[in-house]
């Protein structure tokens, strides 16, 4: 089924990407909100808004006519990326730059910059993996009603967690400790999804070694299960006392951020992306550079980020001088410098992968891969 209004696609894109490259460069000339993943000005985000908006209805209006009642769980996640995300940005673009002052401002921009990680890239990272995974491996979705556990657990828990980086602050205690309890209680979409995505490879694990798509989706996995337990367990006082300000909370961001979601979306273009071009991958073994470099990249700055800032916050804590802390950091900011290098260069070579596969000769026509768990049609036809 197609989107009701169509020919707005092109035209929303090109409004999207205007707007966006005309308010990044407008922030070096002091145009800007001073507001954390809000800094765009109001001539940039009125017509983002209105792209998300246009955006969403199309697809909800889509889904609203579709052939089949049951809803897939990629589909739930679709909608609430999509809506959770066009309310927050009227949080962050129209009410919180404006109407709320002082330590409530601080308090509700912990909430709108924490719904664009929960609501927006959660979801819509989501949305990628239980499509991609289970046409990867060619089998079935593990187990669809743990999904929806998963989701209407995310919906019920993530809208309070926004306050756990403010421990320790004038904002009320009951708003700290609420957060610190359903930031607690987050466990329990992190294990419902990461046990459906395991159980839905069981039995697959031996074809693994030639399926790109599959290892990055998988590793974006484990990547989500180590930066969700960052997250959770920073959210306690007595584990963000020694991190809050240091690299750790920076370790958990990129291992989230880039190494799950990120790695999600290379997977799922790596699967489509030849599809859509109608040819081979240009080089299996380019694309399996491209893996290891991304992978040993973003592992190797996950540790050394957050030892380094482990070791820092308890330093802190002992008393030790800001300057001279920061001066042990050199070395960990070095290797951290040539783990991003190292992941500079994998996703430079997947780019030019994925170019060189477009630019290819079309690939031979092949037989249609049955549906996993269909039963083949033998060559002579059905049995008389």
């Known amino acids: ?118 609501l927006w890239l959660t979801p819509a990272g989501y949305v990628l993996i239980y499509y991609f995974l289970p046409v990867a491996v060619r089998n079935p979705l593990y187990a669809h009603q743990l999904s929806l556990v998963g989701f209407w657990s995310l919906a019920l828990f993530y809208p309070f967690v926004g306050i756990h980086h403010y421990l320790y602050s004038p904002i009320a205690d009951w708003t700290e400790t609420l957060a610190i309890i359903t930031s607690m209680l987050l466990i329990i979409p992190v294990w419902t999804v990461l046990v459906n995505f395991f159980g839905t490879v069981k039995g697959r694990w031996d074809g693994f070694g030639k399926n790109l798509p599959a290892k990055f989706l998988i590793m974006g996995s484990l990547m989500y299960l180590v930066g969700c337990f960052q997250g959770s367990t920073e959210a306690l006082r007595s584990i963000q006392q020694p ?93 951290r410098t040539l783990s991003g290098i190292t992941m500079d260069i994998g996703m430079s070579l997947l780019v030019f992968n994925l170019m060189m596969t477009a630019l290819s000769r079309p690939a031979e026509e092949r037989e249609p891969v049955p549906v996993p768990g269909a039963a083949p049609i033998p060559a002579g036809g059905p049995a008389e």
């Not at 049951?70 to 673009?93: D, E, K």
């Not at 299996?284 to 050394?304: D, E, K, P, Q, R």
């Not at 002992?318 to 070395?331: F, H, I, P, S, Y």
């Open 1 to 118: 089924m197609r989107v009701p209004w169509a020919q707005w696609g092109e035209p929303l894109a090109w409004l999207y990407n205007i707007s966006l490259a005309a308010g990044l460069i407008s922030l070096p000339f002091a145009q800007n909100h001073g507001l954390e993943a809000g800094e765009l000005p109001l001539f940039a985000e009125i017509p983002i808004f209105i792209v998300i908006a246009a955006t969403t209805a199309q697809f909800l209006l889509t889904i609203a006519q579709r052939l089949e009642a049951p809803l897939y769980v990629a589909l739930w996640y679709l909608i609430g990326a999509f809506v959770w995300t066009t309310m927050n940005l009227l949080l962050g673009s129209f009410i919180l730059p404006y109407t709320i002052p002082g330590i409530n401002s601080a308090a509700f921009h912990g909430l709108y910059i924490h719904y664009i990680v929960g």
């Open 243 to 335: 991190t809050h300000f240091t690299d750790f909370v920076i370790s958990h961001s990129h291992l989230t951020v880039f190494g799950t979601f990120v790695v999600w979306a290379m997977g799922g273009l790596i699967y489509v992306w030849p599809r859509a071009v109608k040819r081979e991958l240009w080089s299996w073994t380019l694309g399996n550079w491209s893996f290891w470099l991304i992978t040993v990249g973003i592992t190797t700055m996950g540790l050394v980020l957050t030892a380094g800032g482990l070791q820092q916050g308890f330093e802190w804590m002992n008393g030790t001088e800001w300057l001279d802390t920061v001066v042990r950091m050199k070395a960990y900011w070095l290797v």
